[in-house]
């Protein structure tokens, strides 16, 4: 099932998408940052009983990664050598502490190579991205923080939380634009606009902090935050600053 999945994910990588309908254009490093933080937790997850059965879709991801490099652009000769790196660790079977690292490492530096990624153009909206999560994610995730609901059951496997492989705000909506791989959860590329996207993954992150009780950190800007984890404002910032930085940006 989850080798189905990948591939499926695959498919979805290597099939072009609308430029944003919420403003947002097609981005360069879009899908080989999600090929990058897909393969972080999946082969990890799927070699936990010693299988490397899913290995060869997981390789398709990263081809599809590939693909959509373009040959003229000279800042993705690094990043198809990182994935061409990458997929060399998986047809060896390296351990998935390794390939995470490669992953980690990898992304981390695709700002400073001049890879551009997504960020949002409008400034997200909370409120809406909760009515949105309630229309669109509910009805397989349930509550936020809570178990799937009981119409959820019949999936395999059971639909995580939200924010369980996702440490920014960014991560998600790349979930969200290309789904999840051996899941049943769907690319919403075509049904949710980008500011549709962003506008879910902006509630989720500050959702899970308890009120802002404070003003006294200035908002940042939405651009920065999209790539920021609660760990990196914690380090800006210190302890609590998120439930303040996750509601009041620009």
Known sequence: MRA???LLAALAIGCGRRAGTGGTTAVDGDRAAFALQLIRTEYREQT????FTGVPALVAVLDGARADLSPRDQRAGWLRHVLDRIEDALLRHAPP???????TEAAAQLASHGIRLSAPVVRPDLARGASLYRLACFPCHGPPNGPPPPAAAHLIPRPPRPLESAVTPYELFNRITYGGAGTAMPSFAETLSASDRWDIAFHLFADRWPPCASARWPPLPATALAHMSDADIWRTDGWGAAACQRRNFR
Do not use: D, F, I, Q
């Open 97 to 103: 502490r390794t390939v995470a690292r490669m992953c």
């Open 48 to 51: 936990e009983n010693g299988s």
């Open 4 to 6: 189905v999945g990948l």
